[in-house]
């Protein structure tokens, strides 16, 4: 049977470009088969789709309930003028977030994926780059998969900001999302996806402090999983163009913003779907 849209795989282990299809529009047939499509190849990208803010909504919210329905990425201001604070709170996350993550291993329940729409680009730079996990679970060599089974560690977004000198002051523009008086996660680094079946690692800028590691070595070998882990074919940065529109499956990716000459605007449109507390929940919860 002829599929309902038209599927080119990227140049990666993972990831594909999906044209053919309006996504704000499908029925209920296609949406299953872009679900399925979708857990095949945990990002889909979906060139000139010019969503509206309630169709992203809406759109995102066929994958399950949100943990948010709408949150802008962006250096520009309501007014629509630029932030140009460099201690700016939104400014700091925004760089922050140019380091390789998972989003919400910091909240008690891990996000399972995210629609993210591009309104305004840069003229270059600002692309997004996602890194494959279960390719990088797969491609371990066998001491070193054996070793990372038994691991876990603590997620918390105060510890990858605080890498950056930034404290978050009350007050401010930035809304404090995930910056939390709660316990802080702990994860393990190899995840079993739940409609998959696929192991994976859980790593990124958050996860720090490995039980019974010194702080230092823990620091050490995490990154030296973040470097193994994110390089190619593992890896994909997406140039935007605005009118783009991607989700992505958050339970066996990472991903990461790059730079851009932040005098020029950048304006993305980010809906974060929630995890099932069943299989997105940290150790003990």
């Known amino acids: 049977m002829a599929r309902a849209f038209d599927i080119k795989p990227l140049d990666a282990t993972f990831g594909a470009v999906v044209t053919g299809v309006k996504i704000a529009?499908?029925?209920?047939a296609v949406w299953h088969e872009l679900y399925a499509t979708w857990l095949e190849y945990a990002l889909l990208i979906f060139p000139g789709q010019h969503?509206?803010?309630d169709e992203q909504v809406a759109f995102a919210k066929?994958?399950?309930?949100l943990e948010f329905n709408l949150a802008a990425l962006s250096n520009v201001k309501p007014d629509g003028t630029l932030i140009v604070d460099p201690?700016?709170?939104i400014l700091k996350v925004l760089k922050g977030n140019m380091g390789w993550h998972c989003d919400s291993t910091y909240m008690p329940v891990q996000a399972k994926g995210a629609v993210f729409t591009a309104e305004v680009v840069p003229k270059s730079g600002g692309a997004t780059g996602w890194a494959d996990m279960r390719a990088a679970y797969d491609a371990l060599d066998d001491d070193l998969r054996t070793k990372v089974e038994s691991l876990a560690a603590h997620h918390s977004l105060y510890y990858s900001q605080s890498k950056l000198g930034h404290q978050p002051k009350k007050g401010s523009e930035y809304s404090?999302?995930?910056f939390h008086d709660g316990p802080v996660p702990l994860r393990s680094i190899v995840k079993i996806h739940p409609e998959t079946g696929r192991k994976s690692l859980v790593?990124?800028?958050h996860a720090h402090n490995i039980p019974n590691m010194s702080a230092a070595e823990s620091e050490r070998f995490l990154q030296e999983l973040v470097d193994f882990a994110c390089r190619p074919p593992r890896i994909y940065h997406h140039d935007w163009t605005p009118g783009d529109a991607v989700v992505w499956d958050n339970r066996c990716l990472l991903h990461r913003a790059t730079p851009w000459d932040m005098s020029e605007p950048r304006v993305m449109w980010h809906s974060r779907i929630a995890g099932d507390p069943v299989s997105e929940a940290g150790l003990g919860s």
């Open 203 to 205: 790593i990124g800028r």
């Open 87 to 89: 201690d700016n709170d």
């Open 25 to 28: 529009s499908i029925d209920d």
């Open 51 to 53: 969503l509206s803010r």
């Open 176 to 178: 404090g999302y995930g």
């Open 62 to 65: 066929r994958f399950g309930p």
